[in-house]
């Protein structure tokens, strides 16, 4: 290394200026290198921003596919009736409702109720006298006078297929006593199956009021009583009669009933019905149907006034119809479930070997489980298993549950069992154990010997 004069000018030797030199291609080697990992970045960047494109154009494209598998009647389902109601009559499930839990009169659809108590409380053979009450009440009647007597099951089919409101009066007065001991036995069946907002005073559905209430019912109450009459083959077979003929007991009086319920000519499946009038409940309807396992029950009340006798045909064909192409019997049980087993404290050793942790298999029975449901509702599952058990335990003993909820509502719970039995560990068992022991120390020192 030389210094020129004042200079501070430094010559470095041939090997430094390499160096140098080196040091200048990595920098320049580093530069390239972040121009292709930006390069890289940035088609990377682009590659993922094509894709999210292509994502949200399928989203796009999908989203008519979504709403029609989101299946919902559309609010503006054309229904003449003021409130309605859809249910499936195996579970009391609500399928559809408009004003669905709206108390209101409901007319003759009363006397499926009527009938029901009868079929229940009484028998078909049973000779019923007529009071003066019964023969005063109003169109639509039979016709019966104070002196006559007719057979029970006679009065049940004019009062299910013509709807009289004497025939009525005089079923209640046979079973109870009196139309008001008709009507306790009437609201407390209405309570027994589940009705919330039920009240009734008539057997025949004419309107009443008293100081407790007003004679009526809601759609969803009177699907739950009817989704309750179908289970009996004698209302089915009367409900179902197109025409009925019988004569007063002394032989004097001749009638024929015919059967007014136009629902069962219109659909495939159709099981009961009945209609009623006031001019308070307007036209109401209650009938049933089942096709391919399915029941449906349809409710209608306030569905028009005269001259509108129609509309609830066509609102019952409408959810029906509903109901028959969105709703299939699915089963929904977990067949491939496994539990892990539960610890039993406190349980004899199953080997004899000190501190041994016991386990028990638990088992659930497999059955079937089937729901009536739309393609896009979920079935949930609650697991209520415990971790551990206190000895003893008995194979088959329940020691939790498996529930199943549709719609925020249980549908079923299915209960988890013990796969085997486990004895409580006793002092006695210590004492046999160490018994044991001391035997196998012996034989062994005999047998050294």
């Known amino acids: ?33 972040r121009i292709l990992l930006f390069v890289a970045c940035t088609v990377l960047w682009a590659n993922t921003n094509v894709q999210t494109v292509w994502s949200e154009e399928t989203e796009d ?68 006298a007529v009071s003066s009450y019964a023969a005063s009440m109003p169109k639509v009647r039979l016709g019966m006078g104070t002196d006559d007597t007719f057979r029970l099951k006679d009065l049940l089919y004019s ?30 069946k209405a309570k027994e199956l589940g009705c919330k907002d039920t009240y009734f005073i008539t057997p025949n559905g004419l309107d009443g009021q008293d100081e407790t209430g007003v004679h ?56 009961s019905g009945k209609t009623g009038f006031t001019g308070n409940a307007g036209y109401c309807y209650v009938g049933a149907l089942q096709r391919e396992g399915r029941t449906f029950v349809v409710a209608l009340l306030a569905c028009g006034w005269p001259n509108n006798k129609t509309y609830k045909w066509s609102d019952t064909q409408t959810l029906m119809n509903y109901g028959l192409t969105y709703y299939q019997n699915e089963d929904v049980y977990e067949y491939d479930k496994e539990f892990a087993p539960v610890i039993a404290e406190g349980a004899e050793p199953e080997n004899e070997r000190l501190y041994q942790e016991v386990r ?8 079937r489980l089937v729901v009536l449901k739309r393609s896009d509702e ?25 529930r199943y909820y549709l719609d925020e509502k249980q549908i079923a719970e299915i209960p988890v069992c013990a796969g085997k039995s486990v004895k409580k560990q006793q002092p006695s068992w210590y004492r046999d154990y160490l018994l044991k022991l001391l035997f196998m120390v012996k034989n062994f020192h005999f047998e050294e010997s």
């Open 1 to 33: 290394m030389r210094i020129v004069g004042n200079s501070h000018k430094i010559y470095l030797p041939r090997k430094m200026n390499r160096i140098q030199k080196r040091k200048k291609q990595w920098r320049e080697a580093g530069v390239i290198r």
């Open 61 to 128: 494209l999908a989203e008519p596919a979504k709403a029609q598998e989101t299946i919902a009647p559309p609010e503006e389902m054309a229904l003449y009736a003021r409130a309605a109601v859809l249910m499936d009559a195996e579970s009391g499930r609500v399928l559809y409702e408009k004003n669905g839990f709206e108390h209101m009169p409901n007319a003759s659809t009363t006397k499926i109720m009527t009938c029901i108590l009868a079929l229940e409380l009484g028998d078909l053979d049973d000779k019923v």
């Open 159 to 188: 009062l299910m297929l013509e709807s009289h409101n004497d025939s009525a009066v005089a079923i209640a007065e046979h079973i109870a006593g009196s139309v008001e001991k008709f009507a306790i036995l009437m609201n407390e």
């Open 216 to 271: 009526g019912t809601t759609a969803e109450d009177l699907a739950k009583i009817m989704s309750y009459c179908i289970k009996n083959e004698a209302f089915l077979k009367i409900t179902r009669t197109p025409n009925h003929q019988f004569s007063n007991l002394a032989g004097t009086k001749s009638f024929v009933c015919n059967n007014h319920n136009a629902f069962l000519q219109m659909m495939d499946g159709a099981l």
């Open 360 to 367: 028990i298999p638990l088992e659930a029975s497999e059955k």
């Open 378 to 402: 979920e079935i949930q599952t609650i697991y209520d298993l415990p971790q551990k058990v206190q000895a003893p335990v008995k194979k088959g003993q329940k020691l939790g549950c498996v």
